[in-house]
């Protein structure tokens, strides 16, 4: 590589790393005071660029209309910002915190299908910025001018934000909300008012951030979904909450992408994520973050309220239900009845992490997917019979959890969980570039059950044992002394220590059987899907079953199940009747939290009680 | 003179340039009931964390029955016998009484990874026999998030003593109860004592508690142990009423 293309890379690594910074600061601030974690920042990012397109294209300005349309278009994200914060989240700040992540996933959902509602789903070129469109010459080569002026603005923008935060009380409230929540409530601080205008300032840079990104890239429908896990990185990297470090981590990450994609280019997917994981590991706060003050799971207390259980009555009837009605309906629903039993075991797997343990994984995807391609790989390369690759899935899958597990219950709270999304982006990394064995993003295909078990009612009757027999073993080992001393250490891990509890050991063991389960969950849905595919791994496959728990309810280790059904089939039937399913998916899911802010079992639970 | 259950030998601590506990040394025999009384910020609780393994000793000595615990994980140094309850109480708020002793009773017989059998039959009598001998058998079904300030500090004593412990260590187990439910509460603990045999070391700053229930009192103050011996002798002592001056009734 010569020198000049060296620079020339450094430099391109730079400008994204800006736009980067933008939208990762954001996101950072917004989780330092509020403890959310946003899933709709890429969103907001999204709706800017799209608005950009169409203010630059109608404001009847000449040459200032660009620069007029990225204003009023982060403008536009911060109202919308403020609207949400509002509107919705507000409503659920009393529940266990992860019910705000569940609102912005239903916004994810919710803007995905605006934005093609209005824009359509082709990609879009947008206007090159008025003044800087060429290109200027460095060292030989040629290097966009807009490039270069986004290079010296990210910088501005960071003074800006050093002003707000040091030079006004403003800012002094904001800091010292990052590093300890209840001292600002202490203090007398409107707390509802800060979070606002946190929330607005955050979503304005998600949207500065996606309006200047207009004239770099084309615009496209998925560009939500591959800002964020970027942006988590880049927060994770830096420091939750700290601004400088959200700088410094977007630099690192731009640039080592940058060289990523010329010096491994098999690998360049992996390597942000390697960054991450190590950055977790040795330094769980963050290059320039602070240890927390008190140690929280992800999003505070998760289950604050005793074990809701359902009578055994009901559950027989269920039970009765799923073997005696399938026979009796059409193809097409017992397929969805498979896939539901997937999901609904995939669920309760992470049930047992975050509801009984109260370890918040948002990789969870790892062993759905581990244990799919685990039964794939072994079918395509050593033409295993499918019994065999089907039991082989949870192996696989529990392998994986123990080894990367082994990492992940060294840390709490939001680390925990953002150990555990650098570990299956690591292992989507893998599946997705690692060609020649696992055919990429073509996937791999063929991964038919045996012949006497390919008919519908004999597949649904294998995953019925397997899947419901996972569930029931799952919540008979919830109820274990196993289960009770999980629960205790996640009540209290320090009076867990001193009544000789091992915490690290039980809680690995816990990964590890949620891996499994996990496991057998991929292993049923690749035979009855017939074919593997990376996103089996990818984040949406992490975030699904995180919803459907909260939807059911946390504190009800049947509230997995349940919500796992009826996410499915609201999925299932919003897909079959409209183009816009995300939107309706999204729009029910917003209406769900406000009317059961603690899952529906859990609020059933509470009206019972 | 026979070994002692308890041998703590010059331990250090300090927090940046504050030495919370700067070089204690005492021994504690078996079966003796001991106060650690002193005035807050004085280093008892960083002493009481380091002796449970919570927190990392910069330097020094534990011989317990012989054996050295610095070092060892919390875990280990609770099944080794020595017990503890937390000056702030320390519960499973969302576990029934009944389970918070359930869940460490479990421990103690090392089936605390059975992962199949359902816990809701086991270790259920002994359980609720602690309860009941700390006054708490009324309450075994409600969560302990759920509970009254003084019963949760019951439920700690139970917690405490579900391993059989040779060595109790109690961080101030009354604080934030009622007066009259102080002395009630040390009494019972001191009978218990007394009949099982234990060995109790206590933080407290009720002094007539301290005097009727500890055999012997020693003071810190600052991090040192400055007196040591019978009650009667430590209250007459000049340095420890000097340390006291001002606080009124000792109590702080
Ligand atoms: N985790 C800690 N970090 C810094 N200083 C601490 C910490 N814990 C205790 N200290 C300090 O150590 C000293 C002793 O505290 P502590 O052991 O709680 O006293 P006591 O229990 O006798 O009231 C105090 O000055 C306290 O501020
Ligand atoms: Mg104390």
């Given amino acids: 590589m010569s020198p000049s293309l060296v620079l020339i890379q450094l430099l391109s690594g730079l400008a994204h790393a800006m736009v980067l910074f933008l939208i990762a600061s954001g996101l950072s601030l917004i989780f330092g005071v509020t403890r959310i974690v946003n899933f709709a920042h890429g969103s907001f990012y999204m709706l800017a660029a799209y608005l950009t397109y169409t203010l630059a294209a109608t404001l009847p300005l000449g040459a200032a209309a660009f620069y007029v349309a990225v204003l009023l278009a982060a403008a536009s994200v911060g109202l919308a910002g403020l609207g949400v914060e509002v509107a919705l989240l507000r409503r659920v700040y009393r529940a266990p915190e992860l019910y705000q992540l569940l609102l912005t996933f239903a916004l994810v959902l919710v803007v995905a299908d605006v934005v093609k509602l209005f824009w359509g789903s082709e990609n879009l070129t947008g206007p090159a910025a008025p003044g800087l469109a060429g290109s200027v010459e460095i060292a030989g080569q040629l290097f966009p001018t807009y490039d270069l002026a986004l290079i010296g603005l990210g910088p501005l923008v960071a003074a800006g934000l050093w002003w707000l935060f040091y030079r006004t009380r403003w800012g002094v409230l904001i800091r010292a909300a990052t590093q300890d929540r209840e001292m600002v409530a202490v203090l007398g601080v409107d707390q509802a008012r800060l979070f606002t205008s946190v929330f607005v300032l955050g979503s304005f840079l998600a949207g500065l951030g996606g309006a200047l990104q207009v004239p770099r890239q084309a615009l496209t429908n998925v560009m939500d979904a591959s800002i964020i896990t970027e942006a988590f990185v880049v927060v994770v990297v830096g420091g939750m909450g700290s601004v400088p470090g959200a700088l410094l981590a977007a630099a690192l990450i731009g640039v080592i992408d940058a060289f990523g994609v010329l010096v491994l280019p098999r690998a360049s997917l992996v390597v942000p994520f390697v960054v991450m994981a190590v950055v977790l590991i040795v330094r769980p706060w963050g290059l320039l973050g602070r240890p927390e003050v008190q140690q929280r799971t992800a999003g505070g207390a998760i289950v604050t309220a005793g074990t809701v259980r359902v009578p055994p009555r009901w559950l027989a009837a269920v039970l009765a239900a799923l073997i005696a009605v399938p026979p009796f309906l059409p193809t097409f629903h017992v397929w969805v009845l498979v896939e539901i039993l997937a999901f609904a075991l995939f669920a309760a797997s992470l049930h047992l992490l975050m509801g009984t343990g109260g370890m918040v994984s948002f990789g969870h995807a790892a062993s759905f997917g581990l244990g799919a391609y685990g039964a794939a790989l072994l079918v395509t390369w050593t033409k295993a019979p499918m019994l065999l690759a089907f039991a082989a899935a949870p192996l696989a899958a529990a392998v994986g959890a123990a080894l990367y597990g082994y990492f992940c219950v060294r840390l709490s709270s939001i680390y925990f969980a953002m150990l555990t999304l650098a570990f299956a982006q690591i292992a989507f990394a893998i599946v997705h570039q690692w060609y020649d064995v696992t055919g990429g993003d073509n996937g791999l295909l063929g991964i038919w059950p045996a012949a006497w078990l390919a008919g519908p009612l004999a597949y649904y009757y294998l995953a019925l044992t ?44 816990a990964f590890v059987v949620a891996g499994f389960f996990g496991g057998v969950a991929g292993g049923t849905f690749a035979f009855l899907k017939g074919s593997v595919f990376p996103n089996l791994l990818a984040v949406p496959m992490s975030v699904e079953p995180l919803v459907m728990v909260l939807l059911g309810g946390v504190q009800a280790p049947a509230g997995a199940p349940v919500g796992a059904a009826i996410y499915k089939l609201l999925d299932t039937v919003a897909t079959r009747y409209t183009e816009y399913w995300q939107l309706v998916l999204g729009a029910i899911l917003i209406l769900l939290v406000l009317a059961f802010p603690r899952g529906i079992l859990g609020v059933v639970g509470d009206r019972r009680a | 003179m026979p070994e002692p259950l308890l041998r703590v030998v010059d331990v250090r601590k300090a927090f940046g340039g504050v030495r919370a506990v700067d070089g204690v040394s005492f021994d504690l025999a078996r079966g003796e009931i001991r106060a650690l009384i002193g005035p807050n910020g004085a280093g008892k609780s960083t002493f009481f964390n380091i002796l449970a393994g919570l927190l990392r000793a910069d330097d020094g000595a534990v011989a317990y029955r012989g054996e050295e615990i610095l070092g060892l994980a919390p875990h280990a140094i609770w099944r080794r016998g020595v017990s503890r309850t937390f000056q702030i109480t320390a519960t499973f708020a969302t576990l029934s009484a009944l389970e918070n002793v359930q869940v460490a009773r479990l421990s103690h017989t090392r089936r605390s990874r059975a992962l199949l059998r359902p816990a809701g039959g086991l270790e259920v009598e002994r359980s609720l026999a602690l309860l009941a001998q700390v006054g708490l058998a009324e309450q075994s079904g409600r969560p302990a998030g759920v509970l009254a300030y003084g019963d949760l500090k019951k439920l700690e004593l139970a917690i405490a003593l579900a391993n059989d412990p040779e060595l109790l260590l109690l961080d101030e187990p009354t604080a934030g109860m009622a007066p009259a439910e102080r002395g009630a509460l040390m009494a019972l603990t001191a009978s218990i004592a007394r009949e099982r045999t234990l060995t109790v070391l206590f933080t407290e700053h009720d002094m007539d508690v301290v005097f009727t229930v500890a055999e012997r009192v020693m003071v810190l103050h600052q991090g040192r142990v400055i007196a040591e011996g019978a009650p009667d002798t430590v209250r007459a002592d000049p340095e420890v009423q000097a340390v006291y001056l001002g606080e009124a009734a000792w109590a702080t």
């Fill in chain 1, 466 to 509: 397997a899947c419901g027999g996972g569930i029931a073993l799952l919540a008979r080992i919830g109820r274990a002394p196993f289960g009770l001393t999980l629960r205790a250490a996640r009540d209290h891990a320090r009076r867990a220590e001193t009544v000789g509890i091992n915490i690290r050991l039980h809680q690995w063991t």
